[in-house]
């Protein structure tokens, strides 16, 4: 073997070939927290990718060209920062910072620059990898179809009231311990029951703590979505600079895949960690702090972003990218800096809010203030028969709850409309990793808008939906859920086969 | 603690670069007879500034400039071992008289020289380059 190997080394060496010639280069002057300072290398440009010839490191050490100044430049160490020290080289690479994106990244956790990290070996070449710059412009109007299809997140209230399409950007917002997280992770999970166009996943995890991730990739493990799933992680032990650049690799490897014609969904999480290490970055750049010291460019840093997020044309493959980027608030503060631009940016928010998840509604989703903005036109002809009425009633039941705390005798039409509102409040709750396909959330709203679960008790509205469900399953799964899947609508066959179900099943469930 | 100490160390009120380029400009418009008083002024310019320390980066910079001015250019040669006068020579016809030589012993070269011209223009013919070039 050790031949074998020196065999090797002697044919690299015999084939080297080395013509010295003029090069630019630069010297590094200053280095510290992750930022060099050089001089020299008048003809680099910005975001370059540049290599540092350190003594002590056995490589080059790649770093991020960022501020370009008169007489110096700044650059960002992507690598191990202690071992560049001042007066090393530094030699121009012609390329901007690029990540090699492949189906073979799938199942994978990788680092921001597309190096496996998950202990599972290097990631197999690909003959259809492809480099795909992280900084890269968004794709023009012209390239561009309106959002029309949707992406079923398996979430009941999401699906219904507030449908992302695919293409869509819908941010998921609330304060710390509210779920958002795990609305993302079920949304992923639902991915897996996609069977006519499957949608290729990313979750870009920033700052996270390593014991987080790890959870996260053990329970798409166990749920069969890892397989489809690509992780890239900057945990909060990694750089600013490896943080800043997290998101952008998301987005390339998400364009990858709908450069090809496929879907993909990308989630951000989140994205006030990536401002956080944005600002810690411009900061140590010297760059001039603005409102609560972020830099004059962070709306910039997250528009360029998002608007990676696209559904393209027939003429341009098709394929689509939503995205979705989380951001937490704090006491629920939504008017601060970092969330008030992201919900400009986006269209639409899923609020989230702690005082519902400790009553108990989880997910805990103020219908209200959450919106999206491509509405009905990313929804199933299904979902949208039956959950047009759903936000309206909601939004009458919580103006009634709110007076009748004043009231003290309420009128017939007042209670009943209160009822239906609880009923549907506790119908919309969701277990975690639990999402349900479409064809399911469409029956189950179904029998809740149409008033088949009006007479039964709130208490037991959860043990109705499973019963009903394990039902249909065993007894009318062709004629109801497989029909609805295969159309995507309710037809006036399907709703009677529906119906009949529904009052078969009431008959068995009432005389339990 | 080195660390601690590389971090404590104040920055530079003005480049060396800077430094050079006014002091040069300054000596130049002046009579013969100012000049000294010219450097004088500088040095307690320095010392209030505080950037005496850095005198060693600020002079360089003074000699580079003055070489830029000439005509010239700062020429580093750096070699692996200590050259002889003979090499040294021989080194030194390739350039003008305007340039300014620098010979610098750098054992990370592990053997061959490394020609630096106007600090940014680099002739390696080093075999630490030859070596990075065959494992990089």
């Known amino acids: ?512 | 603690m080195n660390k601690l100490f590389r971090n404590s160390r104040k920055r530079m009120r003005y480049k060396p670069k800077e430094y050079a380029e006014s002091l040069m400009d300054s000596l130049a418009e002046a009579d013969a007879g100012n000049k000294e008083e010219i450097l004088k002024r500088f040095v307690k310019l320095l010392r209030k500034t505080g950037d005496v320390v850095y005198w060693r980066q600020i002079s360089e910079a003074i000699s580079d400039e003055e070489t830029k001015r000439k005509g010239g250019a700062p020429v580093s040669i750096e070699s692996a071992r200590e050259l002889d006068e003979s090499r040294k020579a021989v080194i030194s016809a390739f350039f003008s008289k305007e340039d300014r030589l620098k010979f610098k012993p750098n054992p990370d070269l592990v053997a061959g020289i490394r020609i630096t011209v106007g600090g940014s223009n680099v002739l390696d013919f080093s075999f630490e380059k030859k070596l990075r070039g065959l494992f990089s």
């Open chain 1, 1 to 512: 073997m050790s031949r074998e190997i020196i065999e090797k080394i002697k044919k690299e060496i015999e084939g080297f070939k080395d013509k010295p010639q003029w090069e630019e280069t630069g010297i590094i002057s200053e280095v510290g927290d992750g930022i060099a300072r050089a001089i020299g290398l008048y003809g680099a440009l910005s975001q370059e990718l540049i290599y540092i010839e350190s003594a002590g490191s056995s490589g080059d050490i790649p770093a991020l060209l960022f501020n370009l100044e008169e007489s110096s430049l700044s650059l960002v160490i992507l690598g191990e920062g202690d071992e560049v020290k001042v007066g090393d080289r530094i030699k121009k690479s012609g390329k901007v910072l690029s990540i090699n994106a492949s189906e073979k990244l799938l199942g994978r956790v990788v680092d921001p620059l597309g190096r496996a990290i998950d202990g599972k070996g290097i990631i197999a070449p690909d003959e259809k990898a492809k480099d795909m710059l992280l900084e890269k412009k968004a794709p023009s109007v012209m390239e561009r179809e309106s959002v029309g299809s949707p992406l079923h997140t398996g979430i009941k209230a999401i699906d219904a009231m507030i449908p992302i399409g695919r293409g869509q950007r819908e941010l998921i917002i609330g304060d710390r311990q509210t779920g958002k997280t795990a609305v993302a992770i079920d949304a992923i999970l639902n991915q897996k029951q996609e069977e006519d166009r499957p949608v290729f996943c990313i979750y870009v995890a920033v700052g996270q703590k390593n014991s987080k991730i790890a959870k996260i990739v053990k329970n798409l493990e166990e749920n069969g979505a890892l397989k489809y799933t690509v992780i890239v992680s900057a945990p909060a032990s990694s750089s600013a600079a490896m943080q800043y650049l997290a998101p952008f690799a998301g987005a390339a490897i998400g364009e990858y895949f709908m450069e090809q014609g496929s879907d993909a969904l990308v989630i951000y999480d989140d994205l006030s960690k990536h401002a956080d290490a944005y600002r810690q970055l411009s900061l140590l750049l010297r760059r001039p702090p603005g409102r609560e010291a972020y830099p004059g460019d962070i709306f910039y840093l997250h528009s360029r972003l998002l608007e990676r997020a696209a559904k393209l044309s027939k003429e341009k493959g098709g394929g689509s990218l939503t995205a979705l980027p989380i951001v937490e608030t704090k006491l629920g503060d939504v008017s601060a800096y970092v969330p008030t631009n992201v919900i400009s940016i986006t269209d639409g928010q899923i609020y989230l809010e702690s005082s519902l998840f400790y009553q108990g509604i989880r997910p805990a989703i103020n219908v209200g203030l959450s919106v999206s903005r491509v509405g009905s036109a990313a929804q199933t002809k299904a979902i949208k028969k039956v959950a047009s009425k759903l936000r309206l009633e909601l939004a009458q039941f919580r103006e009634l709850k709110a007076f009748v705390q004043f009231a003290s005798e309420l009128d017939e039409n007042t209670k009943k409309q209160i009822k239906r509102g609880e009923l549907f409040t506790e119908v919309l709750k969701q277990g975690e990793k639990k999402p349900l396909s479409f064809d399911k959330e469409a029956v189950i709203l179904y029998a809740a808008t149409g008033g088949f679960m009006d007479d039964i008790e709130i208490s037991k509205v959860g043990e109705f939906e499973n019963k009903f469900l394990d039902f249909l399953d065993a007894m009318h799964r062709k004629t109801v859920l497989d029909a609805i899947r295969k159309s995507g609508a309710i037809d006036e066959k399907t709703e009677a086969n529906l119906k009949s179900a529904l009052e078969e099943f009431k008959a068995i469930f009432s005389k339990k």
